[in-house]
């Protein structure tokens, strides 16, 4: 990527902040949604370990495909959240990203 990486998400900003859902069971579900489908350009996540409290996910860690569906698809999911869906479900983000093409 020409463009100078940038942070998309951190679970540092998440963490000890009072969230009603477990931030790292968000950014796990999302880490490996992108890895599963072809968005990520590295290995994300381990799914057998869990997340250091460093973990973050780059600009430079997705595709150009992945930062067309962090910017749509993905933000309906985190409003999703916030309205109280469970944050290991990732059919909506399958349905979006089916949206994506």
Known sequence: M???AFVIE???WYIGKGFLHDPKVKLRTLALFLQENGLATRQLVDPALDLADDFQISSADVTERGLRFLKGGYQKWI?????GRDPADDSLLKRELEKLG
């Open 10 to 12: 951190k679970l540092g």
């Open 2 to 4: 020409a463009d100078k």
């Open 79 to 83: 409003k999703s959240i916030d309205r």
